[in-house]
């Protein structure tokens, strides 16, 4: 069993920062890429940002610029510093990553989600 568990979310005016951070525990043998999803009200859930186990990033166009991921793999951890946040990045924002457990099958592997919101 895998459990990712996101944090840092919260309630923050526009143009302020949050930094959500992704803990991933159990039966780990590797991660891989991880992912920042988010998912805001009545849209589909986006691709925000990803980071391979080597440190290579991509980022969404309507992020670049304004958030950063990072990673620390001895720490199983992945997180997302969100800087000049905007009302449109209010949405529930999800840890994902793929790896190996150590049943040494691939396996993707979701948190439970942390809610973000951006008043104006």
């Known amino acids: 069993q895998v459990q990712l568990v996101e944090s840092g979310g919260g309630l923050v005016q526009a143009g302020g920062s949050l930094k959500l951070s992704c803990v991933a525990s159990?039966?780990?043998?590797?991660?891989?890429?991880m992912n920042w999803y988010r998912q805001g009200p009545g849209k589909q859930r986006e691709l925000v940002a990803s980071?391979?186990?080597?440190?290579?990033?991509n980022y969404a166009g309507s992020v670049k610029g304004r958030f950063t991921i990072s990673r620390d793999n001895a720490k199983n951890t992945a997180y997302l510093q969100m800087n000049s946040l905007k009302p449109e990045d209010t949405a529930v924002y999800y840890c994902?990553?793929?790896?190996?457990?150590?049943?040494?099958?691939?396996?993707?592997?979701w948190g439970q989600g942390t809610q973000v919101t951006v008043s104006s």
């Open positions: 980071i391979t186990r080597s440190g290579t990033t």
């Open positions: 994902n990553a793929g790896g190996l457990g150590t049943d040494f099958l691939s396996h993707d592997y």
């Open positions: 159990g039966n780990i043998f590797r991660l891989n890429t």
